[in-house]
């Protein structure tokens, strides 16, 4: 049987990294900082910014607790260990107690740094600022945000860790410790590449995943990628005021149907090619006109006795 350190230890890393990349399963459970932070965290559709800059320092003092997690967990699962007098444990754990904490003490000094002067100094309200005009603030940049984000004409794609979000003049991507924006009439949008897929979890069906580039011509705006489904391609483009570039001459498949013959050529060209015995001629019998058949359908089913 195994020991109960080595079964806590590979409990808490699958947790751990659930946690930080929360799959479907945790977020149908509730386990999210969003879900469970919400009263602390805000409505984001009411705060949609003040909700965000929040939401990025909480994760990221959390996620700075987990390797002290583990250690108060080793704690009870391995009551032999001695850990809780400190002085009396190995020194590989003396080690790693340091380490935890001080990582633990540069998330709370970050988080603190941030939130000072009314969060003046998060990377969020940072990059909000490098669109206000003059004698202006992040703050007006982020009540037009708030304002646009309310409205339900929005085009919004992808899980809450990945979100693409765009308003009338605003395209944004939510991340899980940051928030990207750019103003619409200052950023070229570049189809860049894609990533196929014979077949989605989600959607059990053939899936094709476009990355796009987000660049400003504004200087203080770091460049970005956005990531969307090829069948929301369509509905991106209405909501934007220029036309997506395709630099990549990418092929995007804007329907379930083009995916699925995209798909169904690949597995096609997957197959044998049948060499046709000497003397053996195609008669052309599953094809609708006069022309020879090019396939040939070889049953490699075989009879099973019941």
């Not at 107690?97 to 970050?110: A, E, I, Q, R, Y």
């Not at 929005?154 to 605003?170: E, H, L, N």
Request: proline letters at 4%; a positive charge; charged letters at 15%.
């Amino acid at each position: 049987m195994d020991r109960p350190e080595t079964t806590f230890t590979l409990a808490y890393v699958v947790f751990a990294l659930c946690f930080v990349f929360t799959p479907n399963e945790f977020r149908s459970a509730g386990l999210t900082v969003q879900h469970i932070f919400s009263q602390w965290l805000g409505s984001e559709d009411m705060g949609f910014v003040q909700h965000h800059v929040r939401r990025s320092a909480l994760t990221a003092l959390l996620h700075c607790c987990l390797p002290l997690g583990y250690y108060l967990g080793m704690c009870v699962a391995a009551p032999d260990q001695d850990l809780l007098r400190v002085h009396r444990a190995a020194r590989g754990w003396q080690l790693y107690l340091g380490w935890s904490l001080s990582v633990l003490l540069v998330g709370c000094v970050l988080v603190f740094v941030w939130s000072r002067r009314g969060w003046e100094n998060h990377p969020i309200c940072k990059a909000l600022g490098a669109h206000a005009l003059l004698r202006s603030s992040w703050r007006a940049v982020a009540s037009s945000i708030n304002t646009e984000f309310r409205r339900i004409d929005k085009f919004s794609s992808g899980c809450p860790s990945a979100r693409v979000i765009v308003t009338d003049s605003w395209v944004m991507k939510v991340s899980t410790y940051s928030l990207h924006i750019a103003l619409q009439q200052d950023c070229h949008l570049t189809v860049t590449g894609s990533t196929q897929h014979s077949l989605s979890p989600e959607l059990n069906a053939p899936l094709q995943i476009l990355t796009i580039s987000v660049a400003s011509i504004n200087p203080r705006v770091q460049p970005f990628h956005i990531r969307l489904k090829s069948t929301e391609y369509a509905e991106l483009q209405e909501k934007l005021h220029a036309p997506i570039r395709n630099a990549a001459n990418v092929v995007i498949h804007l329907t379930m149907s083009e995916l699925f013959l995209e798909t169904f050529k690949t597995y096609v060209k997957m197959n044998a090619v049948y060499e046709c015995p000497s003397g053996q001629v195609s008669t052309g019998r599953f094809t609708r006109s006069s022309r020879i058949s090019m396939i040939h359908l070889v049953n490699v089913c075989r009879n099973v006795a019941l």
